[in-house]
């Protein structure tokens, strides 16, 4: 009797877990600023999926905008995300939020997001490089820029040490 009871039990699960691929399966993606973001996320941890948005900066943009985070993001209208992307692009937030304070090109608190972040990091790299500063040089080395201990991590980058080499 007790194998009787177990089998349903078993089918049942499986059902649960076929239900559960298909859910998944079906859906739909979601394209903010350029990043595709899977609809049935809510709204505030989306928004993190994005390069350059944080936590902080999410919750920002949904209290200043009014809007729900605990929201789907497949849910929120084309007019409200116009209106998120707009603010992503030119938030009016304290500055301590924004990702660029003190932009060396221009002094201002700058606020950067996807594929402009990502540019703008190499061309800072690149600028550290050039001038040859310490963190310039340990970039250019491969090495670690932070003060990080060398001695057991690392090493992908080295050569074979001699006592690696002997094989006898």
């Not at 505030?44 to 985070?69: E, M, P, R, V, Y």
């Not at 084309?78 to 924004?98: D, H, M, R, S, T």
């Not at 700058?110 to 963190?135: C, M, N």
Request: charged share 40%; aromatic share 4%.
């Amino acid at each position: 009797m007790a194998e009787e009871k177990k089998k349903p039990v078993k089918e049942q699960e499986e059902k649960k877990k076929h239900q559960g691929k298909e859910e998944r399966d079906n859906v739909s993606l979601i394209r903010v600023l350029g990043k595709d973001i899977r609809g049935d996320k809510q709204l505030f941890a989306g928004l993190t999926q994005i390069k350059g948005i944080s936590w902080a900066f999410a919750n920002a943009t949904c209290k200043i905008l009014k809007l729900d985070k605990t929201k789907k993001i497949q849910d929120v209208s084309p007019e409200e995300l116009a209106k998120i992307e707009a603010f992503v692009k030119n938030p009016q937030i304290p500055g301590f939020l924004k990702n660029r304070q003190k932009d060396l090109a221009d002094g201002k608190d700058k606020h950067l997001s996807g594929a402009d972040l990502k540019l703008q990091g190499e061309f800072d790299i690149k600028r550290l490089k050039k001038i040859k500063s310490y963190k310039g040089i340990r970039h250019s080395a491969n090495l670690p820029v932070r003060g990080q201990r060398t001695k057991s991590n690392f090493r992908r980058n080295r050569k074979p040490s001699v006592a690696a080499g002997k094989k006898k």
